[in-house]
Each structure stands twice: as C-alpha cells, then as structure tokens.
C-alpha cells in the first residue's frame, strides 16, 4: 500500500499524471494537445470511488467524471470534462535503427553544481508535501550549461528506482516515477549554494504540447526498462514571474536510451486563495493499489450439495486474495437477474467492507425501470444495477462466462 498525504497543488499534479497513464493504457505512443480544465478533487478518503473514465473517438479523448455518486436506475453519467486531448497510436518520429540518445556523460563533465535528492526535498516548501516513494527517487541533480535552456541553464537529475516493489501493477509507467520526474524541475528555485528554496507559490499544471514514446511498444508497460538508473533532463523553454513556465524533458533509461519525452509541459502560479487552508489539503489521502487482478487457482467442484456455498467459499479467496496482494477496491458483475448470486453473498461483502476493502457490486437487470429498488433490498450499500442489453456484448459476456455467472474486473 502506497499511502500518501499531499496538499492540494501535488494532489492535482498525481490527478493529471492519472489522465496521462489513462491515456497510454488505452495504446497511446503520443499524447497531444493534453488540456486541463479545471481540477478534479475527490472526496474524502473512506468514501465511494469517484466515477471517472477516459473516453476515447478516433484520435481524440476526454477525461470526464460524474459530479453526483447517486444512479439513475444504473446509469452513471460523466457529466463533467476534466481534460482533453489528442493521440497517435504511433511515434512517427522512432526510427528502431536509431534508436535516440540522451548524452549523461558530456551533461557530467560539463555540472556546474549539484544538490543532492536529500538537500532537495529538503529545501522545498512544505506545502509540496512529497511523501515515501514519491520522494525516495531523486538521487542528485545537476546543474548544466544550456544555451537553448531559459537563462543558459539545464538540469540532469539521476533517479534511483527500485521497480520490483510495484512491477506487474497494471501500470503504463507508475505515477511514482512520472511524478518525480516531473517536480525535478523545482530545483530552479533552489539555490544550490545554500540549499534552500527562495520562492514558495505553487504551481498547478495547464497544458502539455506532447508526450512521446521512444520504444518500440512491444512492451505495454515501462516500469521494467525503467529500474535502476534512471536519467531526466529537463530545459526551460520560457520563465515568467507569475507564469507560465514551460518545460522540456528527456527521460532516459540506465544504458542512457530514451523511453519517454514531454515536451511543452506548461505551468501557471496558483492565484492567491486556490490554495488556501493547507492543513485542510494535507488531509487528501490518495492510496495507489496494483491495477492487475491477482490469479491464483481454485479447485472448482463440479457437484455440490450446496453450489451456492461452493461459489461463496471461491468468491471469498479471490477476494482475499485480491486484498493480500495490495487492492482497496475492487469490482463486481453479476449476470443473474434473480439477485440469488447476490444475496448468497451479500454477508461477505459487508464483511469484507469492515475489513477496509471496498467491493462495488453491479448485477445485470433487464430494463432501466425500477432497477435500484432491487439493490435496496440487500444489506451491502453498494451493490448496483446494470443494464445490459440483447446486444454483441451480451452474447460476449454469456459466452465467456456462462459457466461461472460472476466476474470480477479490475478498476
């Protein structure tokens, strides 16, 4: 379990990291003209997911959230745009027989200064709040002569990432490790002389020109290119007082490859007020869990004196299961419109409740009329109706899982 207590400015920048990954999840190799409209603040921790997707057509996408966690006989609308943008399932600029290079050793023997990743949080303004692994990374960052970098200067930062605790967690690239690439840039506002900050706004993200991969996309995910040694430059495109800043980065791996670049990342100084009541802030828990179900075998009898307690005893290991291995929420389809499934297990879902992990549970109704009456009438809070109609997703699901009734999906 990643738990970790922000203020406001780093809740919405793991927000926007959250759009990024939703957008490389659905095959993305470039993300462009990213937009961010206004911030999506969740509610407090405890409380039932937010409902939130990334919609896609042809080219385009949106990130829209619900503004009301109440159903309307099942329908969940994402009424709201949070952000928007463009992306290319291909990186027409890769060439794989020249594969791009960030030179660490010339960037090396040119530093002028350094500070290390200690001295670093260190020096930082405690409403930037970075906590555990989020602040573990950084290693040391380097100050490098840069014509084409705001005020002749560039910066290398080397980042130390253990990835074995989080591989095979369903992510494109951890927001763990995105995130500490991005903040990187806050060293502009250290002195490296006395190892403090001299300015203490804070700065929410606007808008990104394109973020690029530079492999070949055989691999889903980044996290095993990225571990060990990890280098990240980053140039200054444009600096004004009360903004924007833009940034320019180049995310390398230890054989100094290039994975990843985002370039055109703008950010604006909060106005004064956005962030008002930091101790409220500091509140804001976000809690990372592994988006991949965890498998395990089941011994399934194929005759049972009680099939429904069969299927409850299996329901509850995959469950456990799920649990052990670090899920917090986890949810549920059922397609038996007799809600018998449902009320064989509606014990354990209250159970597992009190034990902190939260199980949305939708069944399949036939009709929209009158579906949430049924779901009032078990003891579990949130159990949900589904509407699934006589379509090719019907006829998919029936045939992949009409054996087992129930299936779990990951969230």
């Known amino acids: 379990m990643y738990a970790l207590v922000m203020s406001l400015c780093v809740h919405f920048l793991l927000v926007v990291i959250r759009y990024i990954e939703s957008v490389l999840e659905n095959g993305a190799m470039v993300v462009k003209d990213i937009r961010f409209h206004r911030p999506l603040v969740l509610d407090r921790h405890g409380t ?101 970098s705001w005020f002749g200067l560039g910066y290398l930062a080397k980042l130390e990432i253990d990835a074995h605790s989080f591989l095979d967690q369903g992510y494109v690239i951890h927001p763990s490790i995105l995130d500490s690439v991005i903040h990187s840039a806050l060293v ?30 055989t691999f889903v995910d980044f996290d095993p290119g990225l571990q060990g040694i990890v ?9 004004a007082p009360e903004g924007p800043l833009t940034f320019d980065y180049i995310v390398a791996n230890s054989e100094k ?98 034990k902190g992990l939260f199980v949305e549970y939708f069944f399949e109704v036939a009709s929209a009329q009158n579906t949430d009456g049924k779901a009032w009438s078990l003891e579990h809070s949130h159990v949900r109706p589904f509407v699934l109609d006589e379509s090719d997703d019907r006829a998919f699901l029936s045939r992949y899982f009409s054996l087992f009734h129930l299936l779990i999906l990951s969230l």
């Open 188 to 217: 502009m506002f250290i002195n490296m002389e006395t190892k403090s900050a001299d300015f203490s706004g804070i700065f929410l993200p606007s808008k990104v020109d394109t973020i690029s991969r530079w492999d070949s996309g």
């Open 257 to 354: 490859q290039v994975l990843l670049t985002i370039e055109g990342f703008e950010t604006m100084v909060a106005p004064h007020g956005a962030v008002s009541d930091i101790s409220m802030a500091e509140r804001l828990t976000i809690v990372w869990q592994p988006k991949k179900f965890p498998s395990s075998d089941f011994p399934l009898r194929s005759t049972s004196p009680d099939a429904l307690s069969c299927l409850r005893d299996t329901f509850e290991g995959l469950i456990s299961n799920a649990q052990t291995a670090g899920r917090h929420v986890v949810r549920v389809l059922d397609l038996d419109q007799n809600l018998e499934i449902a009320k064989a297990l509606d014990a354990s879902l209250v159970s597992f409740l009190s």
């Open 231 to 239: 280098w990240s430059y980053f140039t200054v495109r444009n600096f």
């Open 48 to 148: 039932s997911p937010a409902h939130v997707g990334c919609i896609a057509h042809d080219d385009k996408w949106e990130f829209r959230a619900a503004t009301t966690s109440s159903f309307d006989n099942g329908n969940i609308r994402l009424d709201t745009e949070y952000a928007s943008g463009g992306f290319l399932p291909q990186n027409i600029r890769f060439d794989p027989s020249n594969p791009k290079r960030l030179d660490v050793d010339s960037m090396l023997s040119l530093a002028r200064r350094s500070i290390t990743g200690k001295e670093f949080y260190g020096a930082l303004p405690s409403a930037y709040g970075y906590k555990d692994i989020f602040s573990n990374y950084i290693q040391e960052v380097y100050e490098v002569p840069d014509q084409d």
